[in-house]
């Protein structure tokens, strides 16, 4: 197995444009499983440890742009008040050692259904940066990244730069569940983001269909007959989980049956939206 270590963007992409074939490593936390267990044995490996810009978020306007190698725990440390949802998501990765290596360019490119940080991207409406040597970069919005079972749209000669995210206009929420508390493949995730200022609720939904997926109908449903200026209706929250639940077209597997998930994302979304609606409210009220 070749291993590839370039030192600048310039580099990497030349790189990858060279041998397409070969797969990008940062943190390793997905790629060094599948290679130690013989899933995968790639011809050459592509480490990105040494592009420094990485490494690094700035922040343009409302929008911030997260290098595809920050780490989940300078998210959480740096970024937890803009970026709440993708926050609570990274703390949910893996254990201490696993948050300080893993990072979210790896998690999108890995493109597994399970990947904690997908649901709240899709709620906050990220797009993903990536870029090629032969044709610059290019912007692909987070609901059109996810193609299939661990495939994304990436082309193969392309890398992924960044991810831009909005500053969250409201309260983002995710939720988990797992088969314990800690260091676990989710069974199915949740996450919830509200966009007052545009009248509408964002949503995701992980590990729970072959991609992880927004709940398009739910989030129709909320814009029609949510009432910004009054209480959360109760009728109105218990259709909201059905719907959300309705979006999902989950599996039986050895971590849970397709029934159980549906039934945990109806009371994710619920619960979710409940938590996020009360901060909101106490906000307004403030």
């Known amino acids: 197995m070749e291993f590839l270590r370039p030192t600048t963007w310039a580099e990497a992409l030349a790189a990858k444009a060279d041998q397409p074939e070969a797969v990008p490593i940062q943190g390793g936390t997905d790629v060094m499983v599948e290679i130690n267990f013989d899933v995968h044995r790639p011809p050459a490996l592509l480490d990105l440890n040494q592009v420094g810009e990485l490494a690094t978020w700035s922040r343009e306007g409302d929008t911030y742009r997260v290098g595809a190698g920050l780490p989940y725990v300078k998210i959480?440390?740096?970024?937890?008040?803009?970026?709440?949802?993708?926050?609570?998501?990274?703390?949910?990765?893996?254990s201490p050692q696993i948050r300080n290596r893993g990072t979210v360019g790896g998690n999108l490119g890995a493109a597994s259904p399970a990947g904690d940080s997908h649901p709240p991207l899709l709620a906050a409406g990220a797009v993903v940066e990536v870029e090629s040597r032969a044709r610059g970069v290019r912007m692909i919005p987070a609901h059109e990244f996810y193609l299939g079972v661990k495939r994304s749209a990436l082309e193969p000669d392309e890398l992924i730069r960044a991810v831009r995210v909005e500053a969250a206009g409201g309260p983002q929420y995710f939720s988990k569940v797992g088969t314990r508390n800690a260091m676990v493949i989710a069974v199915c995730s949740f996450s919830v983001a509200?966009?007052?200022?545009?009248?509408?609720?964002?949503?995701?939904?992980g590990s729970a269909a072959p991609t992880p997926r927004r709940a398009l109908e739910a989030e129709e449903f909320l814009?029609?007959?949510?009432?910004?200026?009054?209480?959360l209706d109760t009728a109105v929250l218990r259709r909201f989980g059905e719907l959300c639940s309705r979006a999902a077209s989950p599996i039986d597997?050895?971590?849970?049956?397709?029934?159980?998930?549906?039934?945990?994302?109806?009371?994710?979304?619920?619960?979710?939206?409940?938590?996020?609606w009360n901060d909101y409210r106490k906000v307004r009220a403030a």
């Open 194 to 205: 509200l966009h007052p200022g545009e009248r509408r609720v964002g949503t995701g939904i």
């Open 253 to 276: 597997d050895v971590r849970g049956t397709a029934d159980y998930r549906r039934h945990a994302i109806a009371v994710m979304a619920r619960r979710t939206l409940t938590w996020a």
């Open 223 to 231: 814009a029609n007959e949510l009432d910004w200026d009054t209480r």
């Open 76 to 94: 959480i440390e740096e970024l937890g008040g803009v970026l709440p949802g993708l926050a609570q998501a990274s703390r949910t990765v893996g």
